[in-house]
């Protein structure tokens, strides 16, 4: 059969397509230049990873999800879950098969004061986080990926910037002189400049940003790695009315803890900004440790006993995001009040709980 002038003109584009393109498929190939772009999520076997990866489906991109681990609490929709170590050049070089549009790295060795405070992880935290990141970036070098995002700490900031609990100043502009109150602090300063070295000396497009306090539903609760307002929720919800609830530290510390799903929406609208950060990503509204848990308390319909234990590690006196420059450089700064959020994550610990009980009486 004979084409047509108009036919190999239609057909000359479609053999010029490289290898890497052809590679993905019709459909990859065609949307990560459309409206599906091709998304590639690190960590998307922890907290906020899997929700991420939930997020960038929900807008019609084709994800792969990489992980040591398939998450915990819910099926992951992604289109391809990899189970890899991303600490092993090889092994993330496999994950890395073609230049993605986006990549998400949210992979690193955390948990909570309990784990990333008490000094007895330092060693680990360190290494596997750096290596996972160094392992990352020489692949998103090496298949010259669109974007990637860095998801850092409010960890990094200085203990001094942090003393006091009315009035910590959290600026971006104040993690240098540097002086992070934790080994976690420090891996996470190193990693920016690790990615910011990257941009300025191969040409990556680098986006980075200092969480603070992420919570939510599908997250640790009773491993030994949840944060506070999980850890927090459980203690409430094994309370009896009247009850007594331990609270580590004195409770005068303050915190702000920002919802997952804000988290999310600040994570994409950095991504798909002209700024490269690095930027807060956190919530304003700065709180106590003892009101916190009393507005777990009264979410439960509970009364609560507190009794502190002031030998457990507890970071800093006071720590909560300061959003001037999100809001100067995205327009943009999470608005939803901690206690909508609260009610979620409560109801869904109560539940894990209640589900967890059932099972250990069905086994007897």
């Known amino acids: 059969m004979r084409l047509s002038a108009a036919e190999k003109r239609a057909v000359a584009p479609i053999l010029l397509l490289s290898y890497k393109q052809v590679r993905l498929g ?47 609490y819910a099926p992951s929709p992604a289109d391809e879950f990899v189970i890899a170590d991303l ?11 073609r230049p993605f549009d986006e990549v998400y790295q949210l992979a ?13 992880n330092d060693a680990d935290i360190l290494r596997n986080s750096a290596a996972i990141n160094t392992s990352v970036l020489s692949c998103c070098r090496a298949e010259r990926v669109g974007r ?13 910037r942090q003393a006091d609990a009315a009035a910590p100043d959290c600026r971006e502009s104040t993690a ?12 996470k300063l190193f990693a920016e400049r690790l990615y910011q070295a990257h941009a300025r000396n191969y040409g990556l497009s680098v986006r980075i940003a200092r969480y ?44 702000s803890f920002l919802y997952i799903d804000e988290c999310l929406e600040g994570t994409l609208q950095l991504m798909r900004s002209a700024f490269p950060g690095p930027v807060n990503i956190g919530s304003a509204e700065m709180v106590s440790i003892d009101t916190l848990a009393e507005m777990i308390a009264a979410i439960a319909g509970k009364r609560i006993v507190k009794r502190h ?17 999100i809001l100067k450089t995205l327009g943009w700064a999470p608005s939803q009040p901690l206690a909508e959020g609260l009610r979620k994550t409560y109801h869904w610990v109560a539940r894990q709980l209640a589900e967890t009980n059932a099972r250990q009486m069905a086994a007897l």
């Open 26 to 72: 019709f459909f990859g190939w065609i949307g990560s230049r459309g409206r599906m772009a091709d998304m590639l999520v690190c960590g998307a076997g922890g907290f906020i990873g899997s929700h991420l990866v939930k997020r960038l489906k929900a807008e019609g991109h084709f994800v792969r999800a990489a992980d040591l681990h398939r998450p915990r």
């Open 87 to 97: 600490r092993d050049p090889r092994a993330c070089a496999k994950v890395f098969d």
């Open 108 to 120: 690193a060795d955390m948990g909570g004061a309990g784990y990333a405070f008490s000094g007895e």
């Open 148 to 160: 990637i995002f860095y998801s850092s700490s409010a960890c990094v900031y200085p203990r001094e």
């Open 176 to 187: 240098y002189p540097a002086n992070p109150d934790s080994d976690y602090g420090w891996e």
């Open 212 to 255: 603070h306090n992420i919570f939510g539903p599908e997250g640790s609760w009773n491993d030994g790695r949840e944060k506070v307002p999980a850890a927090m929720c459980r203690k409430v919800a094994l309370a009896s009315d009247g009850g007594t609830v331990d609270i580590w530290g004195n409770g005068a510390q303050t915190r």
């Open 309 to 325: 234990e002031l030998d457990a590690p507890v970071g800093v006196a006071g720590r909560n995001s300061d959003n001037t420059l």
